[in-house]
């Protein structure tokens, strides 16, 4: 019945994604910024239709949506079709009077009634050309800071000392960081948070073992290399199933360290200084920042969690161990589940920890969101501690906390990602083979083409698409679902892949050399003119960018993002298939030249947010 910290993290696939998701109901709330652009336009059309209506039909529903059909062009009211009844009358009429009197000339063509009775509005040219010239003229591309900057932790990455930081941690590394580049463009004050394992029952073991195979590396720093402190710790968890002595000894080692035993602290250290180096390795070839604060940071504050849930009247004596009986979750036997806040031995939980961090989070660190990026096995453990918290009112109103779960990371055999020796796969050799197989790429396209390029560059450049299909391939996948680890797709250069997105961006950027276009210097006259359809298409497209990074910001699915690029780049190609650029006579030729310019600059915009740096010709 008791669920140790170890039963917690190792949930198997069945329970995965069980749960309802905590993050979802708060932040679905408002879809649109209400500062967006977006936002004021519908906003604009409604209080057109509720005029329109008059005081016959006062409080009647605009049902304003965006068209699901460009012929119908850009918004749609359905509201002719639900006032039939009420009024006596068939839609299509209703919806020829009411455009009568509908005045969005500002914005719209003239207003037209499609089908049954619906009522269509199509965008002014002039108008999107006066938003894509102000878009233009501005870094942020019209993306609107948020109007209340708020204090946000992201807890990600999180692997554990001495043990393997496996891709799961990969995956909450790169979808955390790219929640993060997010928030922080939208103007937050972000605090990018580590919670290592770095306080775990692992250190009696190591630092027992570290005794009696070097015990001069217990005094002085680097007096051994440690080397591959994973290998390390499967010989000492050898040792620890074999000899009960050794057991015993590592044991006592765990209340050693835990009471501050000063030669056990300095052990301790030095495997968590060996751990941070490799993964600081792994950190810096992502290009990740990210501030640690392990769990043994909380444990001078575990004692008060205990004290304040006892004075709440949550916590219960089971079986010697400290808990506080859950709600909504049961087990086996249809047993109110406890939540172990201090085991009989006095030792603290995982959830304890997590406890701790919330408040000092809250109280310390002022935070007002807080988002935690793990894998979707650790779904209960986090609405248990979310539920204990909020329980204990540690949580105001005004902050927000979420788990933002994600699947696992197949084999191409849909089973859990391994070697082909069955091995966990390392992260440093699956990076590595990345950008092997990336440069493997660049240098057939090179010969195909007859053409040379120093070394200096091929390095680069396959470094940059290597680690990018990894980045990409995993935020492009809805995170909630398991995805399949595929060199051979994430390294293809057709269809929603890092490689395709760089090479469109590239292709852009090559306009200008061909040209020899400075695209900062377009000339004080340039203007946004839009003629072509596809040239509508695009720049409509164009203008959703701070639409999609706010809802990203709210319901931190990345994919909405990769999948704008990816329509982007496709509106783009269709626009370029079909319109002259170079060849276009002026004024056009300025104006096709500064979509390009906007094209290239989205995609870069939203590539790094995405942590990918563009190559401008690869
Ligand atoms: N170290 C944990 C693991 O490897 C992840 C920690 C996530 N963050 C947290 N505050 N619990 O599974």
Redesign the pocket.
Known sequence: MIESRVAI?EVTPDNVLSVGLESMDATNASQFSPNGAIAQLRHRFEQALVAAFGDELAGADPLLVPSSNPKFGDYQSNAPMSLAKRLGKAPRAIAEALIQNLDVSDLCLSPSVAGPGFINLTLKPDYLEARLNAMHDDDRLSVALAQTAKRIVV??????IA?EMHV??LR?TIIGDCIARILEFQGHDVLR?N???DWGTQFGMLITYLREVAPAALTTADAIDLGDLVAFYKKAKQRFDEDPQFQETARQEVVRLQSGAADTLRAWKLLCEQSRREFQEIYDRLDICLTERG?SFYNSLLADVVADLEQAGLLVEDQGAKCVFLEGFSNREGQPLPLIIQKSDGGYN?AT??LA?IRQRIHQEHAQRLI????A??SN??AQ?FQVARRSQWIPATVQVEHVPFGLVQGEDGKRLKTRSGDTVRLRDLLDEAVLRARADIEARLQEKDHQESEEFIAATSQIVGISAVKYADLSQNRTSNYIFSFDKMLALQGNTAPYMLYAYARVQSISREGKIDFQNLGSDAKVLLKEETELTLAKHLLQLEEIIHLVSQDLLPNRLCQYLFELSQKYNQFYETCPVLKAEEPLKASRLMLCDLTARTLKLGLSLLGISVLERM
């Open positions: 993290l807890d990600f990455s999180s692997p554990n043990k799961g941690h909450s948070l919670h290592v394992g769990e995982y920890t997590d961090a935690y990026v793990t894998d096995g650790q453990h986090f501690v």
